[in-house]
């Protein structure tokens, strides 16, 4: 087994333990439950204990871990057994079975559910749909029959009221191709009473939580269930309205998803509600003498519901219709009594018929469709068995009877396969087995079985005594003929006159006066637990129970008038019609007298034990921990019982009668192959048998074991503790040797990969680097031609390392392209191309339009054709500014309109000079105004469009406000040539010149700061200056 669980887990298989106790085998399984270890195997038993809570135990990763693994390669899980019976179906094509059993409440229907849920997640992985449908029927059909199966009791909330036996049909893929569903004994008189604390079957209250309001109006049904008899008991119990419309869902979705029509379904919640009304229907009698209905408007009701003639309804519930020795036909009128009996036994027969039609329903989906045993083989079959469990209550009826009967059939076939299996696999490997027919046991009824075991030509082995608990007698004290009780209870059935319960318990004091199995009051008068006419006593297997007779022969003879029969046969929904195909019968033929109800469910059991003993079995024993239902709390008096009765201490003796484990010898050399030297890591010897033997030899442990044809036979679980503490004492330096190896073989394989990667990485690299320069060379061959010199070439893009490579490049070809265009530009030009390029790097494309295109002549306060009137004037007044200030060179002059701080607008001019910006008085011969040191121009901002706004940022004075205008043309484009001369002369000083560009210009005068913005007006002559509060707009003339 795979060391998931250490000997803090206790015993992961019971056979294993050092003395087979009670008190040992209670504190392996108390030890397990307490760690979370809720699953433990006695051989391939799985014994179960049922946690009460959710625990990380299943799932798709759980599922993964046990698909295609042997029985004891992993921990014990109820995957585990599905796997066994899964690979034993499709290895040797036999058919097996996985009984699972167990008391109500002890987590037999969740364990079936995980089966069935294990089962679907291996199968089918080409997803064949008819494969899939199949699948989804199998795990839908589980909602549904809980549904209508289902009830709360004390013991459970989710309680099996009816047994279910599944087979799985596989074709020779091992895919699920079909199935079919036995139910066996509903119970169905808790349709009409339950016991306090329990309730009804879930159906009735799905629909009347979760059923719409117009369909319940439909229905005539209310949401409350106490406003019913047979759901006023459970009315207080119900879960919360939101979790019954969850379930009432979730059987709807899944009834479609198998198949079921809107119709059917329709049909199916009338016969319910026609069911709840048939309840709360009362009889009173006239003072005519005659019988009437209470409320006859539910006689409605349950007309309309089951679509049937009213008066015939009520004719069927006040009399009924006997046929007379000459056929003559008469109709009898009910007694109060008598009418509520065929009220109650015809609401019990409809339900029984509803959830037989339910189950005939899903069987007639699940069927193999278009299998033909001679072209697709024959079909293998896989059994689940959830059945209901040992019941004792305070009153035992008619029901437990039945299920406790049931119980012992089970028990008595789970010993006698469990000593063929064993026997079985003695005679398959070679190892005599002699065994000696059951005798009664010293201390109480049971049997002997005497097995000896031994392996020629090893040496004889002991004779072994195993002790256990044989019920074939009390199975024999049920249904033996003509005295078995369900005999006695026929022949009171079947006998005329009036008989009753009591005569039946008298005539049972009679045949089994000297039974030990059997007592009652009157054969053991001091017993004061009984009561005269009424108790009768049998020692089950299990422990013993106190029956009691009332009800036994009615409940037997299941009688149920013809008139009901026939009135439901007659019905016009025809899916009511189908479930009572022996309505059609005439009142006035003969038929054979029905089986009676004990002796269907004998004769059920009987064919149900025939099935199993025919497929190879696989046992789930479940186990309740507590009678209160609480996690994680385990009753050890409650457990100790069950333990008994399921006999899983016998189980143990028979298990370990010859030999406690039994392995292949190819798994037992896997395991404890690293505890040899002849054996690890290879053995050299001649067979897998011979190198156990050498194993063995060296732990000097080779006579307590014998040798099979295939397996290793092993009589101690000591001999198994010594090989598992010599195995757990290697395992931890096995480990680090392979973790040594493993690591240094990766790191290998990681340099190899490494070496090779980078060297293909060099190759590449020097193939791209190859190439790119190669391409470079031919596509810059034609880049000396003048006048583009590769201006239209385009460059490819290089690969990642190049990179850093070709923006060099980019950057000494533009540099070689620039000084090839620059050799041919005139040195007069030079001047101006630089205050070009100076201009198109402060702009940095924000502004569009910056007058690049056209001569720069700078001065154009100098030039006759910009300024014809005054031009000399102005070149006086320059000449005597030179001589005074000593200014080398005029970057550049213009005439502008300028707003002050006074908000005032006049017309001046603009001098810029290498040392000054002078603002000069044209209308007085241009007298300067204003010199404001070169030095202190900090910054200039401009606007991105084509007007001439520009404002000069000034160090420690107001900035300066100026429209450049009255220009040669017309608003001639000249701020770029501004921006462009200052720019290039600050950057020949040295010192930084800010160039901003934005609509909305910041400016500071006497320490205020103001905007100044431009609107485009078609209408203006020329531009000028508004003037507001805080702001200044420059009102410029748009074409």
């Given amino acids: 087994m795979e060391d998931e669980e250490g000997a803090e887990y206790g015993k992961a298989d019971f056979v294993l333990l050092d003395q087979v106790t009670m008190e040992d085998f209670m504190e392996n399984l108390k030890l397990r439950f307490q760690k979370g270890r809720i699953y433990t195997y006695i051989g391939e038993v799985l014994v179960s204990v049922n946690p009460y809570q959710e625990l990380p135990l299943y799932g798709p990763e759980a599922i993964a871990r046990y698909q295609g693994r042997e029985l004891y390669e992993r921990p014990p899980h109820l995957y585990a057994v599905a796997n066994a019976a899964y690979r034993a179906m499709k290895r040797r094509a036999r058919d097996t079975c996985i009984v699972i059993s167990g008391e109500s409440g002890a987590g037999k229907t969740e364990a079936s559910k995980h089966i069935m849920q294990y089962i679907a997640a291996v199968t089918n992985p080409s997803q064949r749909a008819e494969v899939e449908r199949v699948k989804d029927v199998l795990l839908r059909s589980t909602c549904v029959l809980e549904a209508f199966g289902n009830a709360r009791t004390n013991r459970n909330h989710n309680s099996s009221r009816f047994g279910k036996y599944m087979d799985i049909n596989f074709d020779f893929k091992g895919d699920p191709v079909g199935g079919h569903i036995h139910s066996y004994l509903l119970e169905k008189s808790r349709v009409l009473k339950q016991h306090v604390g329990e309730r009804n079957f879930h159906a009735f209250y799905q629909v009347l939580r979760g059923c719409e309001d117009a369909e319940l109006q439909d229905l005539h049904l209310q949401r409350n269930p106490a406003l019913y008899s047979f759901t006023r008991q459970g009315a207080g119990l119900s879960a919360s309205e939101s979790e019954e419309r969850s379930h009432h869902r979730a059987v709807m979705e899944a009834m479609q998803v198998i198949g079921f029509s809107a119709e059917e379904m329709g049909s199916v919640h009338r016969i319910l509600a026609a069911i709840l009304h048939l309840g709360n229907i009362e009889f009173v ?4 003498g005659h019988l009437a209905v209470a409320e006859e408007v539910l006689v409605d009701h349950v007309a309309e519901l089951t679509a049937t003639p009213r008066e015939q309804v009520l004719r069927c519930l006040l009399s009924r219709t006997v046929a007379s020795g000459g056929r003559e036909v008469i109709e009898k009128g009910h007694t109060v009594a008598e009418a509520s009996y065929a009220r ?12 037989e039609w339910v189950v005939n329903r899903i069987n007639s989906v699940m069927e193999p469709r278009g299998r033909d045993a001679r072209r697709d083989g024959k079909d293998t079959v896989i059994g689940v068995l959830d059945i209901y469990g040992f019941e004792v209550f305070p009153v035992n009826s008619f029901e437990q009877f039945c299920i406790n009967y049931c119980n012992e059939k089970l028990q008595q076939l789970f010993i006698q396969l469990i000593l063929k299996q064993e026997q079985e696999e003695y005679e398959r490997e070679g190892i005599a087995w002699q065994s000696v027919s059951a005798r009664p046991c010293a201390l109480r009824p049971g049997g002997v079985v005497w097995a000896r075991a031994r392996s020629p030509p090893a040496r004889p082995t002991s004779l072994s005594q195993v002790e256990f608990f044989n019920n074939a007698t009390i199975v024999d004290l049920v249904e033996r003929p003509h005295r078995g009780v369900l005999a006695v209870l026929d022949e009171a059935c079947c006998s005329a006159g009036t008989i009753t319960d009591r005569i039946f318990l008298q005539s049972l004091d009679t045949h089994h006066r000297h039974h030990p199995h059997y007592t009652s009051r009157q054969l053991c008068p001091t017993d004061k637990t009984m009561e005269f006419g009424r108790d009768f006593r ?20 299941d009688a149920l008038f013809q008139d009901f029969k026939r009135l439901l046969y007659n019905s016009s929904d025809p899916t009511l019609r189908a479930m009572w195909p022996d309505g059609q019968q005439d009142i006035t033929e003969v038929t054979k007298r029905p089986l009676t109800a004990g002796t269907l469910f004998k004769n059920s059991m009987v064919a149900l034990v025939d099935n199993l003993a025919s497929k190879e079995p696989f046992y789930v024993r479940c186990i309740k921990p507590n009678q209160d239902k609480a996690a994680a709390r385990l009753d050890e008096a409650h457990c100790r019982h069950q333990v008994a009765y399921l006999g899983l201490l016998e189980n143990v003796r028979v298990r370990r009668a010859g ?13 404890y192959k690293m505890t040899c030297e002849y054996t690890w890591p290879n053995h050299l010897l001649g067979s897998d048998r011979e190198a156990v033997g050498a194993l063995l030899e060296q732990h000097g442990l080779q006579g307590d074991v014998a040798f099979g044809r295939s397996k290793l036979f092993i009589r101690s679980p000591r001999t198994l503790v010594t090989l598992e503490q010599s195995r757990a004492r290697l395992v931890p330096i096995i480990v680090l040797l392979l973790q040594k190896a493993w690591r240094g073989t990766l790191a290998r394989w990681r340099c190899r990969r490494l070496r090779a990667a980078y060297t293909i990485m060099r190759c590449y690299r020097r193939h791209k680097v190859r190439a790119h320069l190669v391409e470079l060379h031919q596509r810059f061959q034609a880049a000396r031609q003048p006048p583009l010199f590769g201006r239209d070439l385009a460059w490819p893009p290089p690969p990642a390392v190049l990179q850093p490579f070709q923006d060099a490049c980019r950057a000494l070809f533009c540099r070689w392209r620039a000084r090839q265009l620059v050799k041919n530009i005139p040195p007069s030009d030079m001047a101006q191309i630089k205050a070009k390029v100076a201009a198109m790097g402060a702009l940095q494309e924000l502004r569009p339009d910056w007058g690049c295109r056209r001569a720069w002549l700078r001065d154009y306060l ?8 005054a031009s000399s004037l102005f070149a006086q007044r320059l000449k005597s500014l030179r001589d005074k200030d000593g200014f080398g060179a005029v970057l550049f002059s213009s005439h502008v309109r300028k707003v002050n701080r006074f908000n005032k607008r006049r017309d001046r001019a603009l001098l810029l000079t290498d040392r000054h910006v002078y603002k000069l008085e044209p209308g007085r011969q241009y007298r300067v105004m204003r010199a404001v040191p070169l030095d202190l121009v900090t910054g200039l901002s401009v606007t991105s469009g084509r007007d001439q706004l520009v404002v000069l940022h000034l160090k420690g004075q107001d900035d300066l406000v100026v429209c450049l205008h009255r220009s040669r043309p017309p608003l001639d484009n000249r701020v770029g040539e501004l921006v462009g001369v200052l720019a290039g002369h600050c950057q020949g000083e040295g010192r930084p010149l800010e160039v901003r560009v934005s609509d909305c210009i910041p400016l500071s005068q006497r320490g205020a700061r103001r905007l100044v913005s431009v609107e485009p007006r078609p209408e203006q002559p020329e531009p000028d200056f508004r003037c507001s509060r805080g702001s200044y707009t420059l009102l410029w003339p748009s074409s």
């Fill in 285 to 288: 009698e006239t003072e005519e």
């Fill in 344 to 355: 109650d036994a015809g609401a019990k027969a409809v339900y029984q018929r509803l959830f």
């Fill in 538 to 557: 049998i020692r089950h297997y299990a422990g013993d129970v106190t029956y009691s007779v009332l009800g036994f022969i009615d409940k037997n003879r």
């Fill in 659 to 671: 030999f406690a484990s039994r392995q292949p010898y190819p798994r037992f050399l896997l395991r």
């Fill in 862 to 869: 100098s030039s006759a054709a910009d300024n014809p009137a």
